[in-house]
């Protein structure tokens, strides 16, 4: 069984369209992130939410939108896209956040949304 | 600021041990992350170190030292399925995750 999955895998769109990626996590954990990861392979945190509440919110631009129906879902609304929105975005999961360090900050990805703007 | 360096890419035989090396700069320290990421998919726990010495998980091994700001992953009897981008992250006083570029690494017969 999938313990973190996203939807969908692959996203084309234009300029200027409104999109969603779906998370959804069935591990039981308490905290959930978007992250994007460029060309350059680096991961950059976009947002955590724990129990409903954001908690980390990185400078991005406010295009992006978290929405959290409960705490196994985590989607992701993008407003206006733009060319430099295109990435590949993984959502990840955490048991708990903040544990003084313990390894329930184990994060847990999924397999990635390759969004591309055209 | 915060910076974590790793070697863009290392090259190793199979059968053989390569050692991934990893420093940091951070704003605090909460532990230390090693995932594994295959081309097109998604990154893998790996190893997770808070303190300092060496964690031995089978074939590979993770090592930390505080005080220097450095870590490394250390696989053994490599396979061609390690082929693979090898990514070192810390986590910081804010308990959010720094994350360096990743080691791609190569796996040659």
């Known amino acids: 069984d999938t313990a973190v999955s996203q939807t969908p895998k692959y996203l084309v769109t234009q300029m200027g369209n409104d999109k969603s990626i779906k998370c959804e996590q069935n591990?039981?954990?308490?905290?959930m992130y978007w992250y994007k990861q460029d060309s350059k392979k680096f991961l950059k945190i976009m947002f955590s939410?724990?129990?409903?509440?954001?908690?980390i919110n990185e400078t991005v631009p406010n295009r992006f939108s978290p929405k959290s129906p409960d705490k196994a879902h985590l989607n992701l609304h993008i407003n206006s896209l733009e060319l430099g929105d295109s990435a590949v975005y993984f959502c990840?999961?955490?048991?708990?956040?903040?544990?003084?360090?313990?390894?329930?900050?184990?994060?847990?990805f999924g397999p990635g949304t390759r969004l591309t703007v055209l | 600021g915060q910076n974590i360096d790793q070697p863009t890419e290392m090259t190793a035989t199979e059968g053989a041990i390569v050692q991934i090396n990893c420093t940091y700069q951070?704003?605090?320290?909460?532990?230390l992350f090693w995932y594994q990421q295959h081309a097109g998919e998604a990154p893998t726990f790996l190893s997770y170190?808070?303190l300092d010495g060496l964690e031995e998980k089978g074939r590979f091994s993770s090592f930390l030292s505080r005080s220097k700001g450095y870590s490394y992953l250390l696989l053994k009897e490599l396979q061609m399925k390690d082929s693979a981008s090898y990514l070192c992250?810390?986590?910081?006083?804010?308990?959010?995750?720094?994350w360096g570029a990743g080691t791609k690494l190569i796996i040659k017969p």
């Open positions: 990840a999961s955490s048991q708990d956040l903040g544990s003084w360090g313990a390894s329930t900050d184990t994060q847990y």
């Open positions: 951070t704003s605090g320290f909460n532990g």
């Open positions: 939410y724990n129990n409903k509440e954001l908690i």
């Open positions: 170190n808070v």
């Open positions: 591990l039981g954990h308490d905290t």
């Open positions: 992250a810390v986590m910081d006083s804010n308990y959010q995750l720094i």
